[in-house]
């Protein structure tokens, strides 16, 4: 069955780093885009970044234009989200999103100031 493993969350002071991974199973990884979603405390979820299927072209929400980074391996079956720079207003669960009804468990990112 199509399995989505999020990992690499944790709790970083205002202005690190960190890096998310998922591990896709269960589908033709490489066909298809992928995306990472996040939900804060709140608010709705919402589109973070896209990858098309082999990386050539991404999209981002205007809050993380040149502070994240996604990206794909598609022989580890693997999408990255970079996030440098991060701001507490990033605090959020982060979900990694193939089609339909398919997420991720989520993994909590908690930026302190």
């Known amino acids: 069955q199509v399995q989505l493993v999020e990992s690499g969350g944790g709790l970083v002071q205002a202005g690190g780093s960190l890096r998310l991974s998922c591990a896709a199973s269960?589908?033709?990884?490489?066909?298809?885009?992928m995306s990472w979603y996040r939900q804060a405390p709140g608010k709705e979820r919402e589109l973070v970044a896209l990858?098309?299927?082999?990386?050539?072209?991404?999209n981002y929400a205007d809050s993380v234009k040149g502070r994240f980074t996604i990206s794909r391996d598609n022989l580890k079956r693997t999408v990255y989200l970079q996030m440098n720079s991060l701001k507490p207003e990033d605090t959020a669960v982060y979900y990694c999103y193939w089609r339909a009804n398919y997420w991720g468990q989520g993994t909590q990112v908690t930026v302190s100031s």
């Open positions: 269960g589908f033709s990884f490489r066909d298809y885009a």
């Open positions: 990858i098309s299927r082999f990386g050539g072209s991404t």
